[in-house]
């Protein structure tokens, strides 16, 4: 690297953590990325989006930053890593056609050759000519062989390399839709498996329910012990998801603090039974601090519940769930809501 180049980057580098203690916000690798792209203006959709929020509301919140980097940072990189997989298998595809077309002209040549041969064997007077034409023709033939045995050789070479890259394409896909903190599915991940569980419910195969989970006063929790903590949270919570989940559910990092599970199969009155599985054991888990042993406190979840209904949409369940999810956080969090809760709850009494 020169020296200018090393100036250059530098002054970037400097420029980008002013930036991040102008605004108050963690200085970690993700969001040093990011605001160095935003300095060097190389991604001019990502500074629109970032000038439009500051201008609006003076500043960015973690979950908008945590957004932005999703939407435009790593989405990008990924994109152009499909890129270069994309290219690499469409010079495999060329490849193959051109020794598929080598065959096709060896075996037209071979063809060729043996009508010519028996063309000449028909006319031949004396055994002398009938071996000098059997001798070019076995010749002629030999060559192709060889030449067919190369290029099958080639083919499997080549359709090793594209197994190869589909691989890491498929690889490439599945990381474009899982989240980075948490390793569950991200919402570009949740919006297709929402999709597709909407559209086998239309066809009458498998109903579903939905949870939105919200971790109640995260950022007050980040404000006090930070970030990296704050991660250490959401993982905590992601691992709860996990193990309880079976395997044809799907659980997703909703966004931010806030979680989604689709239960396949599943009626409300049991997806309520679930969340409250879910909500005391994340509740029963004290959190603590390694390096001290000092107890954090408890974390505790507010949860939406809703199910699918004939002729929904996705997004018409999401949107009850955030209802009855907003309910749960009306009614002083660390609770389950869900439709018809009142009734429900009339009916107890």
Known sequence: MSSRDHDYTLKIAQETLE?????????????????????????????????????EKGSLSIDELEKIQEDFVSHSRLCATAGQVTTRISGEVDQIVGMLSELILSTAQGREDCAKASSRLETAEDRDAVRAISDTLIESLRAIEVQHAALERQLIASREEVQAANHALAKVTAQANLDSVTGLANRRGFDAALEKAAARAHAGKTPFSLLLIDIDH???????????????????????LRQSIKQQDFAARYGGEEFAIILSGMDLPTAIAFAEQIRTKIMSRELKKRSTGANLGVITVSIGAATFRPGDRARNIVERADAWLYEAKNAGRNCTRYENFEATAAQAG
């Open 19 to 55: 930036r991040i203690k102008a605004l108050s916000l963690p200085a970690d690798p993700a969001a040093f990325e990011l605001w160095y792209t935003y300095v060097t203006g190389v991604n001019e959709p990502l500074n629109r989006c970032i000038n439009t929020i500051i201008e």
């Open 218 to 240: 995260f950022k007050l929790f980040n404000d006090r012990f930070g970030h990296l903590m704050g991660d250490t949270v959401l993982r905590l919570i992601s691992v709860a």
